[in-house]
């Protein structure tokens, strides 16, 4: 059986961050992610991040990755690709597979930064091909440098669904339409402003009714939606597309959290049931911390920050980093993530947040 | 159940419609497992990845979506080969 | 249909006048300047510390909205490339007698060469009128986004937002 100090599940922006921090203080620790490359959900990312300077605002979503790799490197952090976590043991024994066998690594500490899922949406042609999430879309377009379609709908007003229509015609496909069922556009306006001057529309509460084809999407029929959220009869349109995505929302991927006994709290907010975390990203499971989407479905810049608590707590845990030192550089980074946290978007995120701390706190007294 | 344009499908890995879920609701389901055991949903390669969020949201209409649990988890909770884990750690 | 950045995607003539990050008519008389339709409240600010001359402020916290100072501004275009939403621009109204010059965020290929006739967009993609471009500035610190000035009719300068790709790619 292999030892570390702490084993960090998921090498996207949260576990990197977390590792880097382990490592800064002497910590030993192994990051473990399924896919081929680190890095996470940043390679796709590929307009300039919102912030300030701290934040690395400006700077490529890609290049931040790359900015995060090199430093995991420089520390010697060991990151194993490949490898698919398919258990968590009480003991704090990570399983994992790799290279045709499962491979077991015991840790004093560990960090689940498993990300989050894109949500489905079922409608009748909902599995012809051509229907896919727009996070799919944009690892096409921008990872693997393939066009998804020429013509394309997109559901869903957030942030995901407005980069992800921009990015798509970047890459060369015209997108004939962005629907939202709710009243207002969810996403920051300036993401909004940068496809409505492409000349996409946004409409407002439409719903897709149908996908049309035979063995693809041909063509697709959306409605409009009263304020009862009820199709409006005579309102349909017939768009000719080829393909349909879907950015309705991503959901925490808590499997590992659940099978180590963690406590949860539904927050719909975050994304539904999240693990309860403290202020240092730890959950009601001693030595077990989260960070990123999976403690609630934030941003790259907020689960970064949350992946430095949870790196720089776990190091304090274990005796790498004195209290106060500690405490000087959880100081800092909270700042960081709170500035994050602010405005009428991050408002209620921020709320939510202290709903989820409060409770596993109420837990502990 | 006889395909038609109007089918939507739930959980695509069992090919289970909303109808058959509907049912299940109606038969008593009440949790994500209640459904799963009556028709499979959840039960096929992704492990409910999918279907289990839009299985939620339905029975959410008559329920507290606080009180939806997902079905219990035990490894794997990832698509793994049988013979890679069964093989064992050597190291 | 309701107004607003909220349900269009696209600043209302009230949401840009609010703003402080739009210049005066006044100002806009005297000379070029940039022009910053950023109308939210979101964590953001390297625009701040885009400009050399200090015209642009946010302050704390940084969910304040960009204001702009037209006294400091000098119309340099520098902050174009720098705002992550794409949200600014430069307005120079007296370009000549008859047209205004409007520059705007440009990330998409083919670029348009300087010298090129192309049909001129508004907010919502539509076009407006054919203008040249006068300018493509693509530096390295732009980091890919590049920023197009255009020379269009004197008239649609506070509605020509970008190039109606498209059409241009039809007809280009």
Known sequence: ?365 | MAENRETIYICRCEEVTREEIEQAIRDGATTIAGVKKRTHAGMGLCQGRTCRKLIANMLACSRDPANILPSTFRPPVRTVRIDEIAQGDEE | MKSGIKYTGIPSEEELRASPGAPSRERLEQGPVAFIECVQDIPCNPCEEACPFGAITVGEPITNLPELHGDKCTGCGVCIAQCPGLAIFKVHLHYTETTSLVEFPYEYYPLPRKGDRVPCGDRQGKYVADGRVVSVKNAKAHDGTAVVGVEVPKACYLEVRTICRKEWSRHG
């Open chain 1, 1 to 365: 059986m292999k030892m570390t100090q702490v084993a960090v599940i998921g090498a996207g922006p949260a576990g990197l961050a977390a590792a880097i921090e382990v490592a800064r203080a002497g910590g030993l620790v192994t990051v473990i992610d399924e896919n081929a490359r680190p890095g996470g959900q940043l390679f796709k990312q590929i307009h300039k991040f919102f912030g300030s300077r701290e934040h690395r605002a400006g700077v490529r979503g890609f290049h931040i990755g790359e900015q995060l790799l090199a430093e995991t490197e420089r520390l010697g952090v060991e990151v194993l690709l490949d490898s698919p976590v398919y258990a968590l043991f009480p003991d704090r024994t990570v399983g994992y597979v790799h290279g045709g066998r499962e491979i077991f690594l015991k840790a004093e500490k560990i960090v689940i930064a498993a990300g989050a899922a894109e949500n489905p949406l079922a409608f009748p042609g909902s599995t012809l091909p051509g229907v896919m999430g727009a996070g799919a879309a944009q690892t096409m377009i921008n990872v693997h440098r393939v066009l998804p379609g020429k013509k394309v709908l997109m559901i869903g007003s957030g942030n995901v669904g407005l980069i992800v229509a921009y990015q798509l015609m970047q890459a060369g496909a015209d997108v004939a339409a962005l629907i939202e069922a709710a009243t207002q556009i969810g996403g920051y306006g300036v993401h909004a402003a940068k496809i409505r001057r492409a000349g996409v529309p946004i409409h407002l509460s439409h719903t897709v009714k149908r996908a049309l084809g035979k063995d693809h999407v041909e063509s697709v029929e959306i409605v409009a939606l009263d304020s009862h959220w009820q199709p409006v009869a005579g309102s349909e349109k017939i768009l000719g597309v080829d393909t349909v995505c879907v950015a309705v929302g991503l959901t925490p991927l808590t499997e590992l959290a659940w099978l180590m006994g963690c406590e949860f709290a539904f927050v719909p907010g975050l994304g539904g049931h999240v693990p309860k975390h403290d202020l240092n990203m730890e959950t009601t499971v001693p030595g077990v911390f989260i960070a990123g989407d999976i403690s609630g479905v934030e941003e790259a810049s907020t689960a970064m920050e949350e992946g430095r608590l949870a790196g720089t707590a776990c190091a304090e845990a274990l005796g790498l980093l004195d209290g106060q030192k500690a405490l000087e550089l959880k100081t800092v980074i909270r700042e960081r993530m709170n500035a994050l946290r602010t405005g009428p978007f991050g408002e209620g995120r921020r709320r939510a947040k202290e709903c989820l701390i409060g409770l596993s706190l109420e837990g502990q007294a």
